[in-house]
């Protein structure tokens, strides 16, 4: 119940293309739904994330939608870059800051 | 601001060995969490401090693990006896206690761990 699945394992895309990566959680709990980037050698960095009273979040070229009823949250990469190669991780956790549950990541690779 | 702070960036011991990590979050930041992430995984949590007080350890193996956060800033994660599947990256993270950034975690950028 704890679970977080990501989806795909990896992602090839052409330099400009959407990005597009998927979460589905179990606990419907959770009530925090981060997104973290990381680069190879660096620890991860928050991207963007969502709370489960609003269906979709947007910061720039990064986009959250958010499906309550399915348990299930997407991350939307538009018009993406070379600079955007990473590992991309979801996570489910409490506002509460405790008992973050990471999913198991999805390299990305933005061919120019 | 500095961000959260690690060392060694790198350690090869041989199994059966012991070895120390050391981190130091972000000033001003209470809780401090240490995760492990295995090649090819997401991080996974070992233990999560507030101040100087553990809020959780249930996937710490006390057996081998320990950690402490003796003054409520840096912290030191230990494994004694090490074995060939603890190789891994070791992460820290911090947030602040409070306000609206308080479930947002910041990380360092870990220590790799090769057992051998």
């Known amino acids: 119940q704890q679970q977080v699945k990501q989806s795909p394992q990896s992602l090839i895309v052409q330099k400009g293309g959407i990005s597009i990566i998927n979460c589905a959680y179990e606990?419907?709990?959770?009530?925090?739904f981060p997104w973290y980037q990381q680069f190879p050698g660096k620890g991860p960095a928050l991207l963007i994330a969502?709370?489960?009273?609003?269906s979709e979040k947007k910061e720039g070229r990064f986009t959250i939608s958010f499906n309550k009823s399915a348990k299930q949250f997407s991350l939307h990469i538009m018009d993406s870059q070379p600079g955007d190669s990473a590992t991309y991780f979801c996570a489910a956790g409490y506002t509460g800051g405790f008992k973050t549950i990471f999913g198991a990541g999805t390299r990305l690779f933005v061919k120019a | 601001e500095a961000g959260v702070a690690q060392s060694p960036r790198y350690k090869i011991i041989e199994k059966r060995q012991s070895v120390a990590f050391w981190c130091n979050p972000i000033s001003g930041h209470a809780t401090l969490y240490w995760y492990q992430q295995i090649l090819g995984q997401g991080p996974k949590l070992l233990i999560q401090f507030q101040n100087n007080g553990v809020v959780d350890d249930s996937q710490l193996p006390k057996d081998r693990f320990s950690a402490e956060r003796l003054k409520g800033v840096d912290s030191t994660l230990k494994i004694q006896p090490a074995k060939l599947e603890d190789s891994a990256v070791y992460l820290c993270?911090?947030?602040?206690?409070?306000?609206?950034?308080?479930?947002?975690?910041?990380f360092g950028p870990g220590t790799r761990l090769t057992v051998t």
């Open positions: 606990n419907t709990a959770f009530d925090y």
């Open positions: 993270a911090s947030s602040p206690l409070r306000g609206a950034s308080s479930y947002e975690q910041y």
């Open positions: 969502i709370r489960p009273d609003v």
